[in-house]
């Protein structure tokens, strides 16, 4: 196994903020509300950062094309020639080798992120491999070492090797360290060029003499690099320079059209270049830092790049968002609805100084003075979600600033069902039981005839699905709305309910339609960005 169990060398900021399931819940540009992240990956200490970022655009496959329409080399991670070519592709596949069974000795496991960059440096010192892994079930990181194999792998060779860890304050003097064993079959990398086969023991970089590379038909800046993933297969993976990388993602974040208020789109790239960095080796285990999705950030590469945008890049660059000289978790969702959110009413975690519930206007509105959650029931330009198919991209900057949506007596049955595994008959009453500071729900029961039924935060959005125009299932947009029974004037029986909201996405952090209003009516970016990040500084690092 080469490269999934690398040694890992991460970024040169740190931070103590964790927050389970952060993500970037931003603008969409096709249907469907955006994924939920798992727990946000917080940043060690790095002896240099080269100022590169690794994008898994594939990240998993049984082959990965890599080339380039101008001249380009491939050579091995270690920097040997492999071959090169005047334009043209390459199919990188595998060649399997027996199994080998790595050993790595757990020498932490942190909950608190500020203890893990000592035992990094003493690591780095003495040029000893290291990695970091999320716990699968406990909210700590581990610090694992070595990477035995072999006759060095063994019992009598582990025990040693642990004694000459906790010589060197490495591993603790106890001898509690925990080994771990990962037995992968080793990997040959494949290829074929100018009638010649490649192999390659390391992964294999593919640059042009043009600069751009292209992974699987689609063009990027930077290299093509192929790893495998810890899952076994292959990931195709583009390396770039973190500021090349932003043109491909503020396109795809904040659109540039019709999003093209130059402020907002400058605030835009503080969050994702800060969100980006504090990211980097969050995905280490899978040969890359980030991956291309709502799940980190959308990156489409070179083919998406837009004037607006890479003037907003270049015009900011190194610049990022800290508090108290750490970066931010810099969260942005689509529409606030009015007001965002404070992050422990979205997430299990405790509150954040710099994410902390802010009120935005109407648009028109001054940005002092946010309406009444009242206006929900009665503005007169709330959009029914069963318009749109699951939330496309967005005609006005707030569409989904106020909206509204109704379910038939079947059709809240059909999504009270999926949500309790069973069916549940009749819904006979919603209540919400918590709010959160800025109104969104915290708490709510479900109560029908097979029971009563509860969620908390925002998976509230997915178990209160609704209908979109294509008839399928989408969830909530939201969880600032009111919930009301309808009731058969007839029969006096609930026939149905009516919820009445506001805003798209998690609503923590910056609100990217919010921002383009600020933007709109004259504020600066900086301005912007210290509106939704209260009490931060912004700092140019590089």
């Known amino acids: 196994m080469q490269h999934a169990w690398r040694t890992v060398r991460l970024p040169f900021l740190l931070t103590s903020a964790v927050i389970a399931g952060a993500c970037s819940d931003a603008l969409p540009t096709g249907p469907g ?86 035992l990094i440096a003493i690591a780095d010192a003495h040029d000893v491999p290291w990695m970091t892994e999320p716990h699968p079930t406990v909210a700590c990181t581990r610090l694992l070492v070595g990477d035995r194999t072999g006759t060095d792998g063994g019992f009598t060779a582990r025990n040693n090797y642990e004694a000459a860890m906790i010589l060197i304050g490495l591993a603790p003097a106890d001898g509690s360290g925990f080994w771990h064993s990962r037995t992968v079959g080793e990997t040959v990398y494949r290829f074929t060029l100018n009638g010649a086969t490649v192999d390659s023991r390391t992964p294999v970089i593919l640059t042009s003499s043009t600069g751009l590379v292209t992974i699987n038909g689609a063009p990027y800046r930077g290299a093509a690099v192929v790893v495998r993933n810890s899952a076994g297969s292959l990931a195709g993976v583009n390396k770039l320079w973190i500021e090349d990388y932003l043109l ?148 006005d900057w707030s569409r989904y600033h106020r909206w509204t949506f109704t379910w038939t007596a079947d059709e809240i049955s059909q999504v009270v069902s999926l949500h309790a595994q069973q069916p549940v008959g009749r819904v006979l009453a919603i209540n919400v039981l918590e709010r959160g500071k800025s109104g969104r729900v915290q708490r709510i029961e479900y109560v029908t005839e097979a029971g009563t039924f509860y969620d908390a935060k925002d998976h509230i959005r997915t178990s209160l699905k609704f209908v979109n125009a294509s008839g399928t299932l989408s969830s909530l947009l939201s969880t600032l709305f009111y919930i009301d029974p309808v009731v058969d004037k007839a029969t006096g029986e609930v026939s149905g309910f009516v919820a009445y909201g506001g805003g798209w996405g998690h609503g923590v952090g910056l609100a990217q339609t919010g921002a383009v209003g600020m933007a709109e009516k004259g504020a600066t970016y900086e301005e912007i960005l210290k509106h939704y990040y209260t009490g931060i500084d912004l700092e140019t690092r590089y």
């Open 248 to 395: 491909g993602v503020l396109p795809r974040e904040l659109p540039p059209v019709p999003y093209d208020e130059i402020e907002a789109q400058k605030a835009q790239a503080v969050s994702a270049r800060t969100y980006a960095i504090r990211g980097l080796g969050k995905r280490s285990v899978d040969g890359y830092d980030l991956l291309p999705t709502t799940s980190d950030q959308v990156y489409s590469g070179y083919a998406v790049e837009h004037p607006l945008s890479t003037q907003a890049v270049r015009e900011t660059e190194g610049i990022v968002a800290t508090y108290g000289g750490t970066l931010i978790e810099a969260l942005f969702s689509s529409t606030s609805g009015g007001f965002t959110a404070g992050n422990e009413e979205v997430y299990n975690s405790a509150p954040v100084p710099y994410l902390r519930p802010r009120t935005d206007a109407q648009r028109g509105a001054s940005l002092e003075h946010a309406p009444d959650h009242a206006i929900f029931k009665y503005d007169k330009n709330a959009s029914s979600l069963r318009g749109f198919k699951g939330g496309d991209y967005e005609a």
């Open 33 to 118: 509300a955006r994924a939920d992240a798992g727990p946000a990956f917080s940043e060690m200490a790095a002896a240099a950062w080269d100022g590169q970022i690794r994008i898994g655009v594939v990240p998993t496959a049984a082959s990965v094309t890599i080339g380039s329409a101008g001249d380009f080399t491939i050579t091995n991670e270690g920097g040997d020639a492999l071959g090169s070519g005047a334009g043209g592709t390459v199919t990188v596949t595998t060649a399997g080798l027996p199994p080998v069974t790595h050993w790595w000795l757990q020498v932490s496991c942190a909950f608190d992120p500020a203890g893990l960059p000592p």
